[in-house]
């Protein structure tokens, strides 16, 4: 006699338009909900779309909270983000709760470094504010004072963070002749590529500060006022990794003062942005970016795929390829993570 037939794993996704073929493989043995509108998912929306699932693939812009794990119930054995940061994931409660969530490591550095050096190149030789002046027909006269920057040759780049974003780009501003020198509170150690220094002289001697530190309590606005002001006035900084790390207000005011020669965001504290008078996207030594650092077609795709990787390992009872560090790879038994 036939058993009863069983019920597939449900995998609630928070976006219909993910690139690459990792939401279609899913598909083959799980069922899939996924979120309809161009617009993304309030969280209470998200909330109601993972109700009784297993699975849950969203970006890292998704909040994965206390409450969003309440509306999933107990059914639900992974998140898998589809980003390396998770600065939205409240992990302890995860952990309590025996979820795994998983990122997306390893990917991405390198696509993301090329843009922090875009950054650097874009900010320091003002390459938009020449741009936009041609746009407005306004480039008259070849002058040999007009469009000027500071050379990225020759530089020191500073890295806050060392992780493999960073060491990425240390590659790429070799290949520039740029001295490198990182700061990490505690991997004081350096390598081929780079010298370990303390944060403050970091900051004194960096002709280019490139910020590719997580978003933890820790970190949220290292980059204010005091760190602004130790800085030379001829530096630039670059924001590739969260927004919260820099201290906006205080990032406008040096720039204002000409207390910093110029900066450039990949990442904001408040995103998106859609106000064109925006003081941060009008600020004309400031290049501002939507969040692309990893938006390349092949690289997005690759995001998707390494989570969709994460879901099918743990539902199919597999350790996931990429928990986040620190934490379980396979669901279990509820752990108290310290706060
Ligand atoms: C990441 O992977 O953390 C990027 O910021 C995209 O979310």
Request: hydrophobic share 45%.
């Amino acid at each position: 006699m036939a058993g009863a037939p069983t019920r597939r794993p449900r995998v609630a996704v928070s976006r219909t338009d993910l690139p690459g073929d990792g939401v279609g493989r899913l598909a083959a043995s799980f069922d899939i909900t996924a979120w309809p509108h161009p617009q993304p998912p309030s969280p209470a929306e998200l909330a109601a779309l993972v109700g009784g699932c297993e699975g849950l693939l969203v970006l890292g812009s998704d909040w994965v909270d206390a409450a969003l794990l309440d509306a999933a119930g107990p059914t639900l054995r992974v998140v898998a983000l589809a980003s390396m940061g998770y600065d939205g994931v409240d992990v302890a409660v995860a952990a309590e709760r025996g979820v795994v969530v998983t990122h997306t490591p390893d990917v991405l550095a390198d696509t993301t470094a090329d843009v922090a050096i875009a950054l650097i190149l874009m900010a320091r030789r003002r390459l938009p504010a020449g741009m936009d002046a041609l746009r407005r027909g306004e480039w008259g006269a070849f002058r040999m004072d007009a469009f000027l920057g500071l050379d990225v040759h020759d530089a020191t780049l500073g890295l806050i963070g060392y992780g493999q974003i960073a060491h990425a780009v240390a590659r790429r501003a070799a290949g520039f002749g740029m001295r490198v020198q990182h700061h990490h509170p505690r991997r004081r150690e350096d390598d081929e590529l780079s010298r370990w220094v303390p944060f403050g002289e970091l900051l004194r001697t960096s002709d280019v500060v490139s910020v590719h530190t997580p978003l933890t309590e820790e970190t949220r606005g290292m980059i204010g006022a005091e760190q602004l002001a130790l800085m030379k006035p001829t530096a630039t900084l670059v924001n590739t990794g969260r927004g919260g790390v820099v201290d906006e207000e205080a990032l406008l005011t040096a720039l204002r003062r000409g207390d910093l020669h110029s900066a450039g965001l990949d990442v904001m504290t408040a995103e998106p942005r859609t106000d064109p008078s925006d003081p941060l996207l009008t600020e004309p030594h400031l290049v501002v970016l939507p969040h692309v650092g990893s938006a390349t077609a092949a690289t997005r795709a690759t995001m998707v795929e390494l989570a969709a990787d994460n879901i099918e390992a743990v539902l199919q009872g597999h350790p996931a390829p990429t928990p986040l560090p620190g934490t379980m790879a396979s669901p279990g038994l509820p752990v108290r993570l310290g706060r």
